[in-house]
C-alpha cells in the first residue's frame, strides 16, 4: 500500500492529516486509515473510531457518517487532531555529529540519551532544539515555520542515524519514501541467547518464518500495550499495525549474539518488541528485557548486566534524495560503550 499523505495546518489547531486512499486499498475505511497514519501521529484504532463519531474525520468537507464502510481509492480524508501542548523551543548550541547536510536535508548521527522532539516532558537538550541551532538560517521551513522537518524518529537510548528535512519540499519527499516503506534502515543490536533459525520453538513462534540465508523474519501487528500506554505489544485481533523486523546473526557469544536487524516497516520500539517476542530481548532494555541478565561469571557479563540502555545502533540509512532522486546511503559506526560491550562478549582469540 502507498499512500499520499500530507499535512496542513489550521491556526486553532494542530496539524491535520490529509490522508488519500491509495489504488490498492480493498478493505473497510477505518482499518485503512489506521494503516495508513503515521506513527508519530500516536492514533490507536479506538481512538480514530471516536474520532469518526465526534466528527473529527472528514471526507470533502463532511464528517464521515460510518467508518465501516468500504474505502474507496482516490477519496480524501482530513483527521481534524487536537491542538498539541504548547511546547516553547529554543535554539540551543549542543554539538552535533553531521553526516551529510545540503540545503534541503540534514543527516546525524545521534547519540544515545538524546531525545529527538520537545515534549512537556523533556523540552531542552533535545535534536530538534540542537538543529535549529546548528541549522539556523539554512531553514527554509517547514508548513510556514522555520523549523527542522522530522520525518522518522530513534528512541531517545538510541544511537545512530538520522534524517531531518530543512525544506517543505524535502519534508514531503522524504515522508512519502518513508510511508511507502522505500527507505533502508539497518540496526545493530545486542541481544539475549542466539537466535538461530534452527530453533525449533523460534520457528514456532506464531508471525516468525524463515528465508533464505538464516535470516529470521518476524510479522506481527503492534500496538499500545493494555496496561501500560508508555509500551508496545504484539497483539492478533487486527486491532494493531502490521510490522516486519528482518534478523541476522552477525556474531554468536553463546549467552548473546550480536544481530543485525531490518525493518521493512517503522514502528515504534519495533525490533525492542519483536526481539523481545521472540525471546531475545536486547541486552540492556528496561522496557522489554525487564530484569533479564546474563549468567554470572560468562564472558563480559558484569559489562553486559550494567549497560544502561538498550543495546541499538542504527548504522545504515539509505533513502532517495527528494529533489535530486539520487540514491543517497549512510553509514555510522557504533558508539564506544557499545563497541565495548561487543568487545567483552567476543571469545578470547586462540591466536
Known amino acids: 500500500m502507498n499512500p499520499s499523505l500530507l499535512t496542513s495546518s489550521d491556526d486553532d489547531l494542530a496539524e491535520d492529516l490529509v490522508l488519500v486512499i491509495p489504488s490498492d486499498a480493498h478493505d473497510r475505511l477505518d482499518k485503512v486509515l489506521i494503516s495508513l497514519l503515521p506513527d508519530e501521529a500516536g492514533i490507536s484504532r479506538s481512538r480514530l ?91 527554509q521551513g517547514i508548513g510556514g515555520e522555520r523549523r527542522p522537518g522530522i520525518v522518522h524518529r530513534i528512541d531517545k537510548e538510541t544511537s545512530g542515524l538520522l534524517v531531518a528535512a530543512k525544506s517543505d519540499r524535502a519534508h514531503h519527499g522524504l515522508s512519502a519514501q518513508f510511508a511507502a516503506h522505500t527507505v533502508s534502515r539497518r540496526y545493530l543490536a545486542v541481544a539475549h541467547g542466539v537466535p538461530m533459525a534452527s530453533d525449533p520453538r523460534l520457528r514456532g513462534l506464531r508471525g516468525v518464518g524463515v528465508e533464505a540465508g538464516g535470516i529470521i523474519r518476524i510479522m506481527t501487528e503492534l500496538a499500545r500495550h493494555k496496561n501500560d500506554r508508555q509500551k508496545q505489544a504484539v497483539v492478533w485481533d487486527g486491532a494493531g499495525r502490521h510490522a516486519v523486523t528482518r534478523v541476522r546473526v552477525m556474531e554468536d557469544y553463546g549467552v548473546a549474539s550480536l544481530l543485525e536487524c531490518w525493518l521493512e516497516t517503522g514502528r515504534t520500539h519495533q525490533i525492542r518488541v519483536h526481539m523481545a517476542y521472540a525471546g531475545h530481548a536486547l541486552i540492556g532494555d528496561p522496557t522489554y528485557g525487564g530484569t533479564r541478565r546474563l549468567p554470572a561469571k560468562t564472558k563480559g557479563s558484569d559489562y553486559a548486566n550494567a549497560f544502561p540502555r538498550q543495546a541499538l545502533h542504527a548504522a545504515t540509512l539509505g533513502f532517495d534524495h527528494p529533489l535530486t532522486g539520487e540514491r543517497l546511503e549512510f553509514r555510522a559506526d557504533p558508539p564506544e560503550d557499545f563497541v565495548t560491550l561487543v568487545e567483552g562478549l567476543r571469545p578470547v582469540s586462540a591466536d
Not at 481509492?73 to 553531521?98: C, H, N, Y
Not at 540534514?106 to 529527538?116: F, S
Open 49 to 139: 473510531t471516536k474520532m469518526i463519531a465526534e466528527g473529527a474525520v472528514l471526507k470533502n468537507g463532511s464528517p464521515v457518517a460510518d467508518g465501516k464502510s468500504k474505502a474507496v481509492a482516490g477519496d480524501v480524508f482530513v483527521l481534524r487532531l487536537d491542538p498539541a501542548e504548547a511546547v516553547e523551543t529554543l535554539a540551543e548550541d549542543i554539538p552535533l555529529t553531521v553526516v551529510y547536510e545540503d540545503g534541503e536535508l540534514i543527516v546525524v548521527n545521534k547519540p544515545a540519551g538524546m531525545v529527538v522532539h520537545p515534549a512537556p516532558g523533556s523540552p531542552r537538550g533535545t535534536l530538534v532544539n540542537a538543529l535549529l541551532w546548528h541549522c539556523g538560517e539554512s531553514l
